[in-house]
């Protein structure tokens, strides 16, 4: 069975830094990339970027381009989302998804569960 | 950037009843177009990929068409478990993939 865990709530100042993991299980991690996405509070999802965890070759939505780091430990089957200084609105829920990727598309098919990211003074 | 809309916004329908979500994208996708159902407190499922190709172990009373620019998500026959946020997603692999607003389907 797929599972992408992922881990647990975070509460943090500005300022501060921070990673995120997300393990996978059930399948073989460097088959796949893992993308990331932001839900803020209410809203919709976004996309952020993606990582090959074979290589750590990684995209990024240009719209997080420089704000997040993506990065993956194929030895445990992990990969990071790293924030090296928060701001209150990166206050979001954060998902990673197995991401189906050929040369023309890249399919989110499975996701974790989410980490909860609060940033407030 | 390809931008994605959803048509109506809020779909209020009655159980038994059938549902229709519209998903319109600013440029072709061809069929590299997926739909996601969310529920509050829940991660996105994957329904449909490739426009039209159920996700394993989702009921056949959601059925996906569209190509190009516009998508449709049929519900045939509501049931309580659909009543939740529904997202088009194309996935073509450069713009970076982008999702719609969402139609959140609830109780008539």
């Known amino acids: 069975e797929v599972q992408l865990v992922q881990s647990r709530a975070e509460v943090k100042k500005p300022g501060e830094s921070l990673t995120i993991s997300c393990e996978a299980s059930?399948?073989?991690?460097?088959?796949?990339?893992i993308s990331w996405v932001r839900q803020m509070p209410g809203k919709g999802l976004e996309w952020m970027g993606r990582?090959?965890?074979?290589?750590?070759?990684?995209n990024y939505n240009p719209s997080f381009q420089g704000l997040v780091t993506i990065s993956a430990d194929k030895s445990i089957s992990t990969a990071y989302l790293q924030w090296s200084s928060l701001k209150a609105s990166d206050t979001a829920l954060y998902y990673c998804?197995?991401?189906?990727?050929?040369?023309?598309?890249?399919?989110?098919?499975?996701w974790g569960q989410g980490t909860l990211v609060t940033v407030s003074s | 950037e390809i931008v994605m809309t959803q048509s109506p916004a809020t779909l209020s329908v009655s159980p038994g009843e059938r549902a229709t979500l519209s998903c319109r994208a600013s440029?072709?996708?061809?069929?590299?177009l997926a739909w996601y159902q969310q529920k509050p407190g829940h991660a996105p499922r994957l329904l449909i990929y490739?426009?039209?190709t159920r996700a394993t172990g989702i009921p056949a009373r959601f059925s996906g068409s569209g190509s190009g620019t516009e998508f449709t998500l049929t519900i045939s026959s509501l049931q309580s478990e659909d009543f939740a946020v529904y997202y088009c997603q194309h996935y073509n692999n450069w713009p970076p993939v982008t999702f719609g607003p969402g139609t959140k389907v609830d109780i008539k």
């Open positions: 059930g399948y073989s991690l460097t088959s796949y990339w």
């Open positions: 440029q072709s996708v061809s069929s590299n």
């Open positions: 490739g426009a039209s």
């Open positions: 998804a197995r991401s189906e990727c050929t040369t023309t598309s890249c399919l989110l098919d499975f």
């Open positions: 990582i090959d965890p074979s290589d750590s070759y990684t």
